[in-house]
């Protein structure tokens, strides 16, 4: 009741909400039911091994969440002690984890330690021998995951460092407490409660990851369940093998996220890190800068491989291709389409549940917007293929629609987590002068909570703009050589042997998702401060 009181009363809000929530949840029942509908008209037979390909999926995603907690609390610890120039960079640095491209990170991979990457070549040239290449199978797909996942998760556990009270840290210090002292009383206490959430989601990625596996998987043998539905459906055209599939995945992922859910939320952690307060000296001081160069030199040698290898080789025959120019363009209207759906989905759910007075009422409100968390990238796509099909409509038709929309989807839950936190704080602190006021929904956004969302809100289009740039998973099942965005041409430019060409294309998709993920946040905040007359 008290609740009640402080909060404006916004009922078109809770509306519109309610039914952007009906939408969504009414969308993703369609895409299940054509899978399920799918699985019970199927007669045939398939020759998949399910059990197989759920045991590798769930071994190397398994992997990856160890290997990726591990060396993300070795990374952020040493941040949270070392203080130089260029300390922000390197933190901006592993926050753009969460953007990069997969498959820009697998080329880069290819391009280092390939056949004929950079270890190779300076191998033969010193040595004459040649390297077994680690990029393939397992340890690529390992190696690969883990460069992004360890940097995600670095940022993350360094924002809980960061959060440490000061007075608690002036207790260790007064107390003198070591450097291994002071992990296993403060550090780990802190990290501890946001270790099984983060390594949930950082699991959820590694088991739905598609184009890393795609590229480096090597075979069979390490394909896992969303390769094989894109086998299933674009190569054999083997629908009651794919059903079997996805209705698999939906069944694993809902477990993970149904354990997830009773476990405490991972923090956002996408801005500027606070100054080390507390330094270590002697070999723990060595240790923690021996970490961070092997893990700032991990991260970024992909990516430099990416774009020296692009810069420098077939860049000016692929701007001369017409077709590379038709794929930009596709690129940049999907990914902007996507993101300004996002943003109106995202704002009508997150103002509804501001304006919600009880919790249930937010949950049913918040819901349907995590939907991808179960349904990932391809099980949609593969949903969105067979409702095309039963509706009768050409592929070719309907694809730019259903790009957009599905890339919304997978973008949705980041989008909430990105606005809802700061909406909440904001109608919880000034609600009560809103009320007293008398101002309207529409003046309180105007007023009120764009100018103080600038940031956030652009942060938000600049997520969702990124994932749909670097995404192949919904674009793999849709893609026609006249409907192709830059990671399909270059996926297709390495299916091809074309590798100057698939090189070129990464390093413009790495400078163009930097790019929107450094300027867009900066550029709407300033757009939402600007004076008004």
């Known amino acids: 009741m008290r609740t009640m009181l402080t909060l404006p009363h916004r009922p078109y809000r809770i509306a519109a909400a309610t039914a952007l929530s009906l939408l969504i949840a009414g969308l993703i029942a369609a895409v299940l039911w ?30 990856t969440t160890v ?105 260790g210090q007064s107390l003198a407490l070591s450097a291994w002292q002071r992990f296993r009383l403060i550090d780990w206490p802190t990290l501890r409660g946001s270790l ?25 043998a390490n394909q896992t369940l969303e390769v094989a539905i894109y086998s299933a459906v674009r190569l054999d055209f083997d629908l009651t093998g794919a059903v079997r599939l996805a209705l698999t995945q939906i069944a694993v992922c809902a477990v993970v996220i149904l354990l997830a859910s009773a476990l405490t939320p991972v923090p956002a952690a996408l801005g500027r890190s606070a100054q080390p307060a507390w330094r270590d000296m002697g070999l723990a001081r060595l240790l923690q800068w021996l970490v961070l160069i092997l893990g700032t030199a991990t991260f970024l040698l992909p990516l430099l491989s990416v774009l020296i290898d692009g810069l420098a080789g077939g860049f000016g025959r692929v701007l001369a291709q017409p077709s590379f120019w038709r794929a930009t363009l596709t690129s940049l209207l999907i990914g902007s389409a996507s993101a300004l759906l996002t943003l109106l989905l995202a704002l009508g759910l997150a103002l509804g549940r501001s304006a919600a007075a009880t919790p249930a ?11 991808y968390l179960a349904v990932p990238a391809v099980v949609l796509s593969l949903g969105f293929f067979l409702l095309v099909r039963q509706a009768g ?34 109608v919880r602190s000034r609600g009560k002068l809103i ?12 007023t009120i909570e764009y100018p103080l969302l600038g940031r956030d809100i652009g942060l938000m289009l600049a997520l ?52 929107a993920f450094v300027g867009l946040p900066r550029l709407i905040e300033r757009i939402a401060h600007a004076p008004r007359r």
Do not use: E
């Open 361 to 371: 009422l937010r949950t049913v409100l918040g819901a349907p917007a995590y939907a």
């Open 435 to 446: 009320r007293s006021l008398g101002i309207n929904g529409y003046r309180q956004f105007l």
């Open 196 to 220: 099984p959430g983060l390594g949930a989601i950082i699991f959820l990625l590694a088991f739905t990851s598609f184009p890393i596996v795609l590229l480096l998987g090597g075979g069979p």
């Open 34 to 63: 054509a899978i399920l509908a799918a699985a019970g008209d199927s007669a045939g037979t398939s020759r998949i091994d399910i059990p197989h390909l759920l045991r590798m999926t769930s071994i190397q995603a398994g992997l």
């Open 67 to 171: 290997l990726s907690l591990g060396i993300g609390t070795a990374i952020a610890w040493s941040l949270n002690r070392l203080r130089f120039i260029g300390r922000d960079l390197v933190v901006g640095l592993f926050a753009a984890a969460i953007v990069t491209p997969g498959m820009v990170v697998a080329f880069g991979l290819i391009s280092i330690w390939g056949r004929n990457g950079w270890i190779n070549q300076l191998s033969q040239s010193l040595f004459g021998v040649t390297i077994d290449s680690p990029a393939y199978g397992l340890s690529g797909i390992l190696l690969a995951h883990v460069i992004l996942d360890g940097a995600f998760a670095a940022r993350i556990l360094l924002a809980r460092l960061d959060a440490i009270p000061a007075n608690r840290l002036k207790v």
């Open 393 to 426: 409509m050409p592929t070719g038709v309907a694809a730019p629609f259903v790009v957009v929309f599905a890339n919304s989807l997978l973008a949705l839950p980041f989008a909430i987590a990105t606005l809802g936190p700061p909406l909440d704080a904001i």
């Open 464 to 515: 969702a703009f990124c994932f749909s740039l670097g995404d192949l998973g919904v674009i793999a099942l849709f893609g026609t050589q006249d409907f192709q965005t830059l990671p399909l041409m270059m996926f297709r430019a390495l299916g091809a042997y074309r590798n100057n060409d698939a090189a070129a294309i990464a390093a413009l998709l790495l400078i163009g998702t930097i790019t």
